[in-house]
Each structure stands twice: as C-alpha cells, then as structure tokens.
C-alpha cells in the first residue's frame, strides 16, 4: 500500500559507473570489420569482461556524460552543461557520413526530472530538445555493448564543454555527478540507471606536442577514481593541460561519473591500453558497495 510507511518507495537507483576512452578511430575499426585486426585486437579484448557484465548488469538507462566534438554545437554556440532531452538522438555525421549504429533512444519522462532537479539544485543546464551525436557518444556505447541492431537501454546524454577554453572543473563535474544522483533517486520509477564519464586518457591531437602519451599521470587517475576522488576532483584545469596533453582534459567528465557514486566503491574492473589512434584508452568499473 503507498500510504503504509513501512513499505519502501521504488525510485530509480545508481548502482554503478563505466569510464571510457571515446577514440573515433575504434568506431571506424568495429564498423569496417576490422576488429580482429593485430593493432585493434588487444584493445577489444579489453572490453570483453565488461560486454558480460553490462550483460548480467543491464541499465535500464545510462545518463552519458560525454563531450560533443564541434559536431552538434558549433563555436557559435557552446554551453557548459548541456542535457538531451528528446525522444531520440541521431548518429552524427562527422565527415564520412554517420556511423552505421542504431540510433540512439532517449528518455524525455527522466531527463525533463534530472533538468528540473538539478537546475532547481542551482546547477545550470542547457536544455537540447534536438541534438545529433558524435564519437564522444557512440563509441562507449559500441564498447559496451558491441554491434547490437538496437541499443539495449535508454541514453539521457549529457554533453559537457572540453572543446573551447573554458572548460568547467573537475570538481564542478564532480558536484554535476552528486546534483544527478540526487535527481536520479527522486524519480519515482523502479529504474537501474547508470552513469558513464566518457573521453581520455592522456592525449592530444594537435601543436608540438601532438601524441603525448603520459602512463604515469594516467595509472594515477585511475587509482584516484577510487582511492581519492576528493582530492583527484580539485586538480586544476593546467595541470590535465601540462600532465595529460591538451585533449586530456576530457578526463574532467569521468569525475561526473564519480560524483555520482559513493566515496567509497568497489573497482569492478580496469583496462589501459596504449594506443588507439593518438589516445591512451583507460576504462573502469565502479560499482556502490551496498546496493
Ligand atoms: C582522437 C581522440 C579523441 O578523443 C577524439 O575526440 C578525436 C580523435 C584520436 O586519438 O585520434
Ligand atoms: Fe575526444
């Protein structure tokens, strides 16, 4: 009975969290068979433990934190924060026509409860009725999932600035995580939601120092996501700059990820590989210990 106070409300929960590289060249590996190939093949493998258990684990929606790459918003137009909102999202076209994945499914009913929660909680999002997504979106979800003819669980994407100066901090994505999950368990729907950061590790794509790799600055922020991420949230925005190369600072959108889990977790998994294209991939399971 709902009036009985002994009966628990079911709202929807966050049990977990998946972190991610994004490179669009692995997109373009998948889609052109070429996954077996000698350099993709150890990076695939990575991803073979977490296919099972999303399997075992299955979102009934993942909120995907995740930066859009000039391809939905242009240097007209760039918000911090920015949440999707429509019924469903297309693959982008980002050059060589959009990859050949089923299109993505939002869920308007909980990303119309996850604005109003989180712009009430004074955190400000940009609401996007329309909006079509690129690598930074499609590619964890590849990963994860594989080549399915229809995406298994809703995506509520939430799309972050990393692209043009400034980039939001690592621990305003940090609070963006709490301000989600609060939102998240108001919902009055039994619903298993996941929250995945996306982007990463060391890279970057262009100047001088185009290629940089940092191992060292990456197996840090991997322990840190679970040991630390306090600390790891208040790394300032120069130091992803000078540590893990200038597109490194994708990195802030993992602690969105960790923000909304509890300080402390289980690491379910970890994977590092490099590279993939320019990148260093990282990729990390964290799950809330009690559930
Ligand atoms: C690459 C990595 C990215 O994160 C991206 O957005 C584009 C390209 C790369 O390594 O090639
Ligand atoms: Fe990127």
């Known amino acids: 009975m709902a009036t009985d106070s002994r009966v628990r409300k ?11 590289s994004h490179v669009p060249a692995i997109g373009a590996a998948l889609d052109n ?42 240097l007209d137009f760039i918000p911090t924060f920015a949440i999707g909102c429509a019924e469903r999202f297309q693959p982008a076209d980002e050059g060589w026509g959009p990859r050949p994945v089923p299109v993505v499914e939002g869920h308007p009913e909980l990303a119309a409860h996850v604005a109003q929660s989180v ?41 972050v600035n990393v692209v043009q100066y400034p980039p939001p901090s690592g621990n305003r994505c940090y609070q963006l995580g709490k301000a989600l999950r609060a939102a998240v368990e108001s919902f009055d729907e039994n619903l298993n939601v996941q929250v995945w950061g996306t982007g990463g590790m060391s890279h970057q794509l262009q100047g001088p120092r185009a290629g940089l790799i940092n191992k060292e600055f990456d197996r840090q922020f991997l322990e840190r996501m679970v040991s630390d991420p306090e600390a790891l949230a208040r790394l300032p925005h120069v130091d992803y700059m000078r540590e893990a190369g200038s597109e490194g600072i994708e990195l802030v959108m993992w602690l969105a990820m960790r923000g909304a889990l509890d300080t402390r977790v289980r690491e379910t998994y970890r994977f590092y590989h490099v590279p993939a294209s320019n990148t260093a991939v990282g990729h990390q399971i964290l799950e809330n210990l009690a559930r």
């Open 10 to 20: 079911r709202v929807a929960r966050i049990a977990a969290g998946v972190a991610t």
């Open 33 to 74: 068979g070429k996954s077996n190939d000698a350099y993709w093949a150890p990076l695939f493998k990575g991803y073979e433990f977490s296919k099972r258990w999303i399997d075992a684990n299955r979102p009934d929606v993942v909120l995907l934190v995740f930066n859009d790459h000039a391809t939905a918003f242009s």
């Open 119 to 159: 712009i009430q909680a004074d955190f400000d999002l940009t609401i996007v009725n329309k909006m079509d997504v690129d690598h930074g979106l499609t590619v964890p979800l590849s990963l994860m999932f594989g080549q399915p003819a229809a995406w298994p669980c809703r995506v509520i994407p939430i799309a």
